[in-house]
């Protein structure tokens, strides 16, 4: 007999400790497994769902090697981790998905960039930047939108410049300038593939950005196009999971530009933001679909059940310290609100501190109380700024 496992199923390393960790190491109890997170922060948002922790950097290499030879496989939820360690600990047998080699070539936005291209993924036009240069920029015509080659996220390492003027704020650091895309929406696609390659996609969604901070504000699953573009979108994602050959869950951001056309943003080879509302809206949450795919195990059902909305909770501008959740109980007296706190210390403006995803029949009354479900709950502070 194969189809027997030991208990726990597998001990799982988990790089980084923060929210996508935390919900990871939630679907890995319910199957069974044990996690150690490596996380820098004590008592970090996954640390203390999974109760075991190697507080260091994530890019430490004796760090690394401890979790790595105290776990049966090795996962991560964030991507600026350093690659050199975990490509030599896979060349000593030890199983890290996704691989390091993709890990290397996605974090690197340029080489990301470069990849699409040579899969003939459609990507907005780009070219390489290592130094600023007003004169290249003018070049390569406005409005553009600059970003760093590593270390960016949520909206942090991309400046958008409608003219010449906006050259004045650009990022002092190796990167490239692309085409600004006119898009009608932004969507993302979720892929699982597992070790053997099979593929699993979940239906489109839709994301809807604050205006300051770029962090993802509002999402509405399944997004609102046609049957269509919906599945074109999918089989685009499946294409771009397939081309990096990936293991794990995968989130595809896209832009349908107002022409109709769909462009592959950006990759992120881990769990995703835009993901949240599969733990109550589909059969299969993003995370136990992630745990399925480098465990080798078969892909979940990935249908959405129930309409769903998802908001972001931020830390109120105005607040830091301790967290103070003002109108938790008035959104929990609505109907199909489920809300998560991430467990975080501190709070800051802007910081990511929980999420609120919203079931309803259709995705009006979903979007309506969503719509409530902000005007009602704050992440405040203890101190005021
Ligand atoms: N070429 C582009 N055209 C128009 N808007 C863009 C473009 N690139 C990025 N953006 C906007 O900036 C946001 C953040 O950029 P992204 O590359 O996804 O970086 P991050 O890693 O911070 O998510 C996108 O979600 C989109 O709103
Ligand atoms: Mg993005």
Do not use: W
């Amino acid at each position: 007999m194969d189809d027997i496992y030991p208990y726990p199923v597998a001990r799982i390393g988990l790089i980084g400790g923060g929210q996508l960790g935390r919900m990871l190491v939630k679907a890995a109890k319910r199957l069974g497994c044990t996690c150690v997170v490596l996380d820098p922060l004590q008592g970090s948002p996954a640390g203390q769902v999974a109760g075991h922790q190697i507080v260091g950097d994530y890019s430490d290499p004796a760090m690394l090697r401890e979790l790595a030879e105290s776990c049966d496989i090795v996962t991560f939820e964030l991507e600026d981790i350093e690659t050199e360690t975990l490509l030599a600990l896979e060349a000593e047998g030890h199983r890290i998905y996704p691989r390091p080699q993709l890990l290397a070539t996605i974090q690197d936005k340029y080489r990301q960039k470069q990849f699409l291209r040579d899969a003939g993924i459609p990507t907005s036009e780009f070219i390489d930047m290592p130094r600023p240069d007003a004169a290249a920029f003018a070049r390569f015509g406005y409005p553009l939108v600059q970003k760093a080659r590593r270390g960016g996220y949520d909206g942090r390492g991309v400046v958008v410049m409608a003219d010449e003027g906006g050259f004045a704020n650009h990022l002092p650091v190796p990167g490239f300038v692309e085409r600004f895309v006119e898009a009608d929406k932004e969507l993302a696609v979720l892929v699982a593939r597992n070790v053997a390659g099979e593929c699993r996609v979940y239906p489109t969604v839709e994301m809807r950005f604050h205006p300051h901070d770029n962090v993802l504000d509002f999402l509405v699953a399944p997004a609102s196009v046609s049957p269509e573009v919906a599945s074109h979108a999918e089989a685009l994602a499946v294409r771009t999971v397939e081309a990096m050959q990936g293991v794990g869950v995968f989130g595809i951001e896209m832009f349908l530009s107002t022409a109709g056309e769909l462009l592959v943003n950006e990759v992120a080879p881990r769990t995703h933001n835009s993901g949240h509302h599969t733990i109550e809206a589909c059969v299969t949450d993003q995370f136990e679909q992630h745990l399925r795919a480098i465990l080798g195990l078969p892909l979940g059902d990935t249908r959405q059940l129930i309409p769903a909305t998802m908001v972001n909770l931020l830390g109120e501008p105005g607040y830091e310290g301790r967290p103070v959740i003002a109108g938790l109980a008035a959104v929990l007296a609505i109907a199909g609100v489920c809300v998560h706190i991430y467990g975080k210390a501190v709070t800051k403006p802007g910081r990511k501190m929980g999420h609120v995803t919203v079931i309803d029949d259709t995705l009006e009354a979903a979007c309506e109380k969503a719509q409530r479900v902000k005007t009602l709950i704050k992440i405040l502070g203890d101190k005021q700024l």
